[in-house]
Every structure is written in structure tokens, then in C-alpha cells.
């Protein structure tokens, strides 16, 4: 199914790529804009401080990534650093452009020398295939591993994995309707129910807010964990040598509860509160 939303192409049913058809005119707001009649006082020096600072802390990340064998996570963070403008940090761009093409080199050798790379070459489910998330479910639910399954494994994997997700949140949206009900004698006070593609749409373009990461040549995988948990991958695939590489954006939860977005630390794991 495809289907277009606030400027946004939704792709597929567990996975989305999001694509801004015109971000000039896009209609979903994702950048906040400032207004440049206001005037706001701030203490140069400090900011450039702060400002290098920041790269320099994404920067060691990236390296430590590295180090211990994240190739996808180090290169991830890594372009967070080199979407800045680092004309004014000679030194720190040096060391960030050096580090940046030792970490491609390491992913394309690893594709080169891995036997599922012919495979995911010919694959309509390449997302799928390089998503740590998705590997994890597939796994979970057919002891398989993704990587060297059939495309009809994975595409009979996310039907039924759609399935199931609907299912649940049917239940849980016939509980919910029934408790209004019981509690009022008028049926049109019950509160509107979404679907669960409606709802997932709206958990992105909430990451995306949130975030600021754009939607442009961008995939998003995103699966239900619980009622109101949502788990979401963002990756970044390109070429390097002619090999297709995947950066690791980062892995988020978001819960339509609280509103509250956390994003995993790749080297312990664990996940936090989100912040730029």
C-alpha cells in the first residue's frame, strides 16, 4: 500500500520510507523557524565554545563506535558532525574527515568479504536485511536468520507480523470503546478510534519533529512493542566503491502515552531520554 500524508510518501506496512515530495512547501512542519524581526542577545564566545564542543563529543562517540566494531552506528554519527560547517574547526574537521573514511572503508570491506551481500543486492526487503531491529524480530518469530532467508520468508514474516499487530490493537481499541460505553449512556461520546497505519504515521512524523532528522533519503522501520510503545530504526543507505552501505541513524522508542522519546545508547545499549 502506498499512501501519501502531509507531504510525506508512506511505503509498505512495517516498513517506511519517508521521502519530502517538497520540502520547500512540505505542509508537515519539521524545522522550527525563528523569526528574524526578534532580537536575542547571546554571548558569542560561549556558543562557539558550546558549538565546538558538541562536535568534538559526537566526534570521540563516533570513534569509540568504531573501535569496538559498530562500522553502521560510527558511521551514523559521524555525518551528524559533517552536516555542520566545520570551515572554522580546521583541526577537528581533519580528524573527522580522516575518521569518516576509515569507517567507510571498514563497511565496504565487510560487505565485500560477507556471503549475503549478492543476496541483499537482488533483494526487494534490502531495509529489512540490514535492520538490527528487524533482524531481532525475524529471528524471534522464526528462528531464522534475515539475512540469508527467501524474500517470500520475509514478506509471509510481515504479513502476518501486520496481522498480528492489528489484531492487538483491535482488541485493545474494542476494550477501550467498551469501557466509554459502560460509563455513558451516548454512544457519539466515544472517543475516535485510528487505525494502526494512522497511528504508526503519527509516531514518525513525531520522531521526525522531535528529531529533526530529515525525511529525505532517510528509511524508517518502525513495530509496536506494547499498547503504547513504539520501537523506530532510522538508517541511511549509500555507496561507497559501488558497494551499498547502511549508517545507523539510531534506534528510538517512543510512547504515545507520555509523549516521551528515548534513544538507545549502540555501545551499552540501554536507552534514555532524547536530547539534541
Not at 50 to 68: A, I, M, P
Not at 88 to 107: C, F, R
Not at 184 to 197: C, D, G, H, R
Amino acid at each position: 500500500m502506498v499512501r501519501k500524508l502531509a507531504g510525506l510518501l508512506i511505503v509498505t506496512t512495517a516498513l517506511f520510507v519517508l521521502t519530502a515530495c517538497d520540502e520547500a512547501a512540505n505542509s508537515t512542519s519539521i524545522e522550527s523557524s525563528t523569526n528574524s524581526s526578534e532580537l536575542v542577545e547571546i554571548d558569542s564566545s560561549n556558543l562557539v565554545e558550546s558549538t565546538e564542543d558538541g562536535y568534538r563529543t559526537n566526534y570521540k562517540t563516533s570513534l569509540v563506535q568504531f573501535e569496538s566494531g559498530k562500522l553502521d552506528e560510527a558511521a551514523g554519527t559521524i555525518e551528524l558532525v559533517l552536516e555542520n560547517d566545520l570551515t572554522d574547526y580546521p583541526k577537528l574537521e581533519t580528524q573527522v574527515t580522516e575518521l569518516k573514511t576509515k569507517i567507510n572503508t571498514a563497511q565496504a570491506d565487510k560487505v565485500k568479504t560477507d556471503k549475503t551481500s549478492e543476496i541483499l543486492e537482488e533483494s526487494a526487503y534490502k531495509t529489512e536485511r540490514v535492520s538490527n531491529l528487524a533482524a531481532t524480530e525475524f529471528k524471534q518469530t522464526t528462528g531464522k536468520d534475515i539475512k540469508t532467508a527467501s524474500d517470500q520468508e520475509i514478506k509471509t514474516w510481515l504479513v502476518e507480523k501486520e496481522a498480528t499487530e492489528s489484531s492487538a490493537t483491535f482488541s485493545s481499541e474494542n476494550t477501550s470503546s467498551s469501557s466509554v460505553s459502560s460509563s455513558s449512556s451516548i454512544a457519539s461520546e466515544k472517543a475516535p478510534v485510528i487505525s494502526l497505519e494512522e497511528e504508526r504515521i503519527m509516531v514518525l512524523e513525531k520522531v521526525i519533529a522531535i528529531t529533526g532528522i530529515s525525511a529525505k533519503d532517510n528509511q524508517f522501520y518502525s513495530s509496536k512493542e506494547d499498547k503504547t510503545t513504539y520501537q523506530i530504526e532510522i538508517r541511511h543507505a549509500h555507496k561507497v566503491d559501488e558497494v551499498e552501505i547502511s549508517n545507523m541513524v539510531g534506534l528510538f522508542k517512543y510512547d504515545i502515552s507520555t509523549k516521551i522519546l528515548m534513544k538507545m545508547d549502540p555501545i551499552t545499549g540501554k536507552y534514555s531520554a532524547y536530547t539534541k
